[in-house]
């Protein structure tokens, strides 16, 4: 998928500036998504570690960050007593030609946080996972993730102090489950489109700390009744 970087980083930026946005009950306050996307980037773009979790695509997560994370501007809220976690679904339908070659590749993501701290501007936890295909899909979470391998997941859990130092937890156990996925509103053209929807479905994770495996956590959050979500479908001659 790293090959597909840059054609489609140039229609990404495109449709990005054709969404002027709306008021929405979920969209998602500035301060709080740069939190995110720094933990994110502090996990995996300056630690190899995580980096290598995905077997043959180690830019995978550069791709997602330039083509999907600038669309994620709606979360969906999940009280749970009296902390809150947002979530938003990530789904990737791609086929597609470049030089010659047939590129397909279908994946599901589930990016969840919470605990910003509006003062330091950093996030105390932050859940990124991993499936192949996209929704219905009944994932077991591991260690490591290979693109179109049905069955298989992988999770991570990232966790920011005050100070904006990050600790990571790479899955040992757990599952992803999607349901069923529906969108709508949809932008971009032929080759490149970015629609918004729903995901519903649920995951567990149990993940031990990297690199030493010294600590485990585990968390579970159940988004069956529905979360925000947004499909990037890629389609023709690159």
């Known amino acids: 998928m790293r090959k597909l970087l840059f054609p489609l980083l140039v229609a990404g930026a495109a449709v ?7 008021v929405d ?7 709080q998504i740069i939190a995110v996307r720094a933990a994110l980037d502090s996990a995996f773009l300056r630690d190899i570690t995580l980096d290598s979790a995905f077997v043959g695509d180690s830019g995978l997560y550069a791709l997602m960050s330039v083509l999907v994370f600038p669309f994620i501007d709606r979360a969906t809220r999940i009280p749970a007593g009296s902390d ?25 993501a589930v990016l969840a946080w919470k605990g ?22 009944s994932d077991s979470l591991w260690s490591r993730f290979t693109l ?33 996925s ?3 509103s949809t932008q971009g053209n032929a080759t490149f489109s970015v629609s918004r929807g729903m995901l519903n479905g ?3 994770i149990t993940a031990k700390s990297v690199p030493d495996s010294a600590t485990t956590v585990s968390s579970v959050l159940d ?3 529905g979360a925000r979500a947004i499909k990037v479908k890629i389609r023709g001659s690159l």
């Open 16 to 22: 990005a500036c054709s969404d002027a946005g709306s």
């Open 25 to 31: 009950p979920d969209a998602i306050p500035q301060g």
């Open 84 to 108: 809150t976690t947002r979530v938003v679904g990530i789904e990737f339908d791609i086929d597609a030609t470049q030089n010659g070659a047939h590129v397909t590749s279908n994946l599901s």
């Open 116 to 137: 910003f701290d509006s003062t330091s501007g950093t996030m105390d936890t932050v859940f990124f996972l991993l499936g192949a295909g996209r929704a219905p899909i």
């Open 148 to 180: 179109d391998t049905t069955g298989t997941g992988t999770g991570f859990v990232i966790h920011q102090n005050a100070s904006a130092v990050t600790t990571k937890w790479l899955s040992r156990a757990g599952h992803l489950h999607t349901t069923s």
């Open 182 to 184: 529906s969108y709508s």
């Open 202 to 204: 649920d995951f567990t």
């Open 223 to 225: 988004f069956g009744s």
